[in-house]
């Protein structure tokens, strides 16, 4: 059994591009996209929410963080204390400057 859960994982695709046509056939669906807060305050039905743990690789944090931008989502994005400081900071400040873009866009 452990063979096969660790076959699947390796044969599955956790590319950049694979997880944009995730959100654009999840988007087609109908599927809506809610912060954890704004779900707690309205629920939606068919809601996603999107969380994701930076870790060892902040810079695949941060081109998701783009692409869900450009897509105009809204995610989570943790650290914890395996990530440095600066780089959690840097990362932040990124991800915070790509929403108010986002945000003056609109």
Known sequence: MKMNVQHRI???DFTLSAYKQL???L???GSFFQSFEEFIQNPKEKVLILRHDVDRLPGNALR????ENEAGL???YYYGPWVKELVAQHVKNVIKRAMLAY???R
């Open 10 to 12: 390796r044969t599955m």
């Open 27 to 29: 988007q087609a669906q």
């Open 64 to 67: 998701v963080a783009r692409m």
């Open 103 to 105: 945000w003056h866009r």
């Open 74 to 76: 809204k995610a989570s």
């Open 23 to 25: 959100i654009s056939t």
